[in-house]
C-alpha cells in the first residue's frame, strides 16, 4: 500500500483550491459538499464556479497565485494548466506542512482524491495511488450500479441508534455481533425497501430483547485452499470477515491472509519440519480457551482441513469441551497444485485411481506402504515430502516402479511464486536440489505428469 486512505472532517476548514477551470469545479464541488470554508485563486472562473461564488459557497481571490494565500489553510489543490504554478503550490504547501494534491501530476502530492461513491453517510473511496485514475472510475461506475441509494439511510438508521446500543453493549465483541445480525436481517431489508418508519421500530424491539449475558464462543474450522485467494469459498470468506481472533500457519499464503478481517487478533501457530511454534495438543487447548472466552475462532489451515491438516483432531478436542464449531471445506493442495501445473490426476489413458500420502509419518521416518504406491495406473500425490525426496524416490523404484517413471514437484502451487520442476524416479531429487525449491510443496507421480507439457495454462510471475 503506497498511500494510507483516510477520510478528514474539513467541515469550517480553509481549503484553498488554485484554478478555476472544469477541472478544479469537479473537486471543489466535493468540498463544498463536505462543508469546508473554499476559497478559490484564479484570474478568471468557469461558468458553474461562477454560479457557486454567487451564492456565496466560496471565496474568490481574481489574482496571480503567490504562497500567502496558503496561510492558515487545512489543504489546497492545483488545478490549473500551468506546470510552473503548479510547482509552486506545491512547493508552498509542502513547506507549510500543508497537506497538497496537484491534479494528474502524482509527484507533486501529497494525497490524491479518490473517485467516490457517496451514499450519505456512507462514502466509498477508491484510489490506484494516482497511478490509474481511469481505473479508480471505472470501477466506482461499478460499484455505483451495486449499491442501492437507500445503503445511506440504513448507515443513518444505524447511527441513530449507536449511543442506546453503545450504552447496553459496552463490550466492543458483543456491539459488533449485535450490529451483524441487525444488518443481515429483515430491518435492514425493511430500511432498504423504504419503510423507515417500520424499521426503526423493529431496530428498537432487537435491541430492547438484546441479552446482555456474555456471548457463546465458537470455532470456525475453514480451509484456506491451497493459495490462490480466488479459490476461497464464499462461507469461508464470510467467516474469515467475521472471526474475532485467528489462528493460522505458514501454509496459508499471505494473500488469503489479507482477507481476515482487519482487526481480528492474529496467533501464528505454524509448524516447519519438526520447529514448532506450539505442539498440536496446545493448539486444541488453545481453541478451547478463546472460544470460552466468547470469541469466534478463526482456525485456518491451508488446502482441506481433513486431508493432513490435522482438523479431526482440533474437531474432537471441541467436541469433548461441548464447544460449537463449524467445518469449512477447502479445495485441497492436490487438487489446486495438480490443476495449476497442468497435471490431471486421473486420466483415462494413465491413472484411474489416485493416493494421497504424506511425506513424513509422526514419528518422522519415511516408512509407507511401498507396494501399494507402486500399483499400476495410478498416481500417487505425496504431502510434505520434499526432505524426504530422495529415499521415497529409492523406495519406489525399489518396489517395482521404473527409474524412467515420471515424477513433478510443485513449490507455492497456485500462487505468483509457483515453481514446477519435472523429471524422473531417477533425477527428481538433483533436479529439485538444483532448481533450489523450497516447502510448501507438492510431489506428484505418475505418468500424468507427461501431460503436463500439453496442458500446462497457468503461468506464475518470472
Not at 478559490?40 to 489574482?63: M, S, T, W
Not at 493448539?283 to 482438523?311: H, S, T, Y
Not at 513424513?360 to 504431502?383: C, E, F, M
Amino acid at each position: 500500500m503506497q498511500q494510507l486512505p483516510i477520510f478528514l472532517d474539513i467541515r469550517d476548514r480553509r481549503c484553498v483550491v488554485v484554478g478555476g477551470g472544469d477541472v478544479a469545479s469537479r473537486k471543489i464541488a466535493w468540498l463544498v459538499k463536505a462543508g469546508a470554508r473554499v476559497v478559490v485563486v484564479a484570474p478568471a472562473l468557469c461558468p458553474h464556479l461562477q454560479a457557486l461564488h454567487r451564492d456565496g459557497a466560496l471565496e474568490y481571490l481574481a489574482r496571480p497565485f503567490e504562497p500567502a494565500h496558503l496561510d492558515q489553510a487545512w489543504l489546497t489543490i492545483a488545478a490549473t494548466d500551468d506546470e510552473t504554478v503548479n510547482a509552486a503550490v506545491s512547493a508552498a504547501a509542502r513547506a507549510r506542512d500543508i497537506p497538497v494534491n496537484v491534479v494528474d501530476q502524482p509527484a507533486l502530492c501529497t494525497f490524491t482524491m479518490p473517485s467516490i461513491v457517496e451514499r450519505d453517510p456512507l462514502v466509498i473511496a477508491i484510489s490506484s495511488s494516482g497511478a490509474a485514475p481511469v481505473l479508480s472510475r471505472m470501477l466506482r461506475a461499478r460499484l455505483e450500479t451495486l449499491i442501492p441509494a437507500s445503503y445511506g439511510k440504513l448507515a443513518a438508521l444505524a447511527g441513530s441508534f449507536r449511543k442506546q446500543v453503545q450504552e447496553k453493549l459496552p463490550e466492543g465483541p458483543a456491539r459488533r455481533r449485535f450490529w451483524e445480525q441487525v444488518l443481515a436481517s429483515p430491518i435492514a431489508e425493511r430500511m432498504l425497501a423504504g419503510r423507515e418508519e417500520e424499521a426503526a421500530q423493529a431496530l428498537q424491539a432487537a435491541l430492547n430483547e438484546t441479552s446482555t449475558q456474555p456471548c457463546a464462543g465458537e470455532v470456525y474450522l475453514v480451509g484456506a485452499g491451497p493459495g490462490d485467494p480466488d479459490l476461497l469459498t464464499f462461507r469461508a470468506l464470510r467467516l474469515m470477515q467475521q472471526c474475532d481472533v485467528a489462528l493460522y500457519d505458514n501454509l496459508v499464503s499471505p494473500s488469503v491472509m489479507e482477507l481476515v478481517r482487519r482487526d481480528a487478533e492474529r496467533i501464528y501457530v505454524g509448524k516447519q519440519r519438526s520447529r514448532h511454534t506450539l505442539p498440536q495438543q496446545d493448539i486444541n487447548q488453545r481453541l478451547v480457551e478463546l472460544a470460552r472466552e466468547g470469541k469466534r475462532v478463526l482456525r485456518i489451515k491451508g488446502g482441506d482441513p481433513f486431508i493432513f491438516g490435522r482438523g479431526g483432531e482440533e474437531i474432537a478436542t471441541l467436541a469433548e469441551h461441548g464447544i460449537p464449531f463449524q467445518v469449512v471445506p477447502g479445495i485441497s493442495a492436490a487438487n489446486g497444485v495438480a490443476s495449476y501445473a497442468g497435471i490431471p490426476l486421473t486420466h483415462r489413458d494413465h491413472a484411474q485411481s489416485v493416493t494421497f500420502v504424506t511425506g513424513h509419518l509422526k514419528d518422522g521416518s519415511v516408512d509407507l506402504d511401498w507396494p501399494a504406491l507402486t500399483r499400476p495406473n495410478q498416481t500417487v500425490v505425496i504431502y510434505m515430502g520434499l526432505e524426504g525426496l530422495a529415499e521415497i524416490s529409492r523406495q519406489l523404484v525399489a518396489h517395482g516402479l521404473p527409474p524412467a517413471h515420471p515424477v513433478a514437484v510443485v513449490q507455492q502451487g497456485t500462487t505468483a511464486a509457483q515453481r514446477v520442476v519435472t523429471g524422473t524416479l531417477q533425477d527428481i531429487a538433483g533436479l529439485v536440489a538444483d532448481a533450489g525449491l523450497h516447502a510448501p510443496t507438492l510431489t506428484i507421480v505418475g505418468t500424468v505428469v507427461t501431460l503436463r507439457a500439453r496442458l500446462n495454462w497457468f503461468q506464475a510471475a518470472p
